[in-house]
């Protein structure tokens, strides 16, 4: 394993950590860096950087090199297709999205762009994608079959065959301002099957959380990780003391 996941892997066992998105279509470099200040100040541990759409090059490796100045933290690249990769980040979520119904996504893109990240010499974090309830974007973009809110037996499923696949991290998806985040039920039975099963992985929870009380349900659930992206952007005077919600319930 690579330096920046045996940091996550080994600090996630310890506490709960939080992660800022960054969109590349939403925001210019400069915004970019002022957003990961902020984020590092209200207590971020990593800046995911990605969107579903509208991203390039060289923007994109413009908002990374930005974030980099503004800010000592990993930047780990969330990318939606080979369009979302650029050298200038650490590390990638190199991701399968399970509940896809087009094999692209599950495992046609990650052929395309694994020689991609190896001479870009990114560190790939394998990352299990499952999208749930809204979905939004990604889930659009990404052809799935959301699961359903109320069934979260199936998104734990999905989930510990990701981790027998090998998967290091299990990202819940809500999708990009969801207007209801994972249930925590389906957190809880989630971390339930993953501790059950002794495989060394955690589960990272993003969309649609916009209150204290929604990130310490997520955390009191089972969640390791909290992804918060839109609410930066939206109301990020909210970030800090969601951050601290969720580390310390």
Do not use: C, W
Request: net charge neutral.
């Amino acid at each position: 394993m690579g330096r920046i996941l045996d940091k996550i892997l080994a600090d996630s066992q310890e506490r709960r950590l939080h992660f800022t998105l960054i969109d590349p279509e939403k925001v210019g470099a400069l915004k970019a860096g002022e957003l990961a200040r902020l984020a590092y100040d209200a207590g971020t541990d990593a800046i995911l950087v990605g969107g579903s759409i509208g991203v390039f090059e060289p923007h994109l490796g413009k908002i990374v090199r930005e974030i980099k100045n503004n800010v000592d933290l990993p930047v780990i690249l969330f990318p939606s297709n080979i369009n979302g990769l650029t050298g200038e980040a650490d590390a990638v979520l190199f991701m399968t999205m399970l509940n896809s119904e087009d094999p692209y996504y599950i495992s046609g893109v990650q052929m395309q762009a694994s020689t991609i990240v190896l001479r870009l010499g990114l560190e790939p974090i394998p990352t299990s994608y499952i999208v749930v309830g809204y979905g939004g974007t990604a889930g659009y973009v990404g052809r799935a079959r959301p699961v359903p809110y109320d069934k979260p037996e199936i998104a734990a499923s999905y989930a510990l065959a990701g981790a027998m696949l090998g998967s290091k991290l299990i990202y819940l998806e809500a999708g990009s301002g969801a207007p209801r985040p994972v249930p925590p039920e389906m957190v809880s039975l989630t971390r339930k099957l993953l501790d059950k099963s002794r495989l060394d992985t955690r589960i990272i929870v993003g969309g649609g959380v916009r209150s204290p009380q929604t990130a310490e349900s997520l955390a009191r659930a089972g969640a390791h990780i909290l992804v918060t992206g839109n609410l930066i952007e939206e109301n990020p005077m909210l970030l800090p003391s969601i951050v601290e919600a969720f580390k310390k319930a």
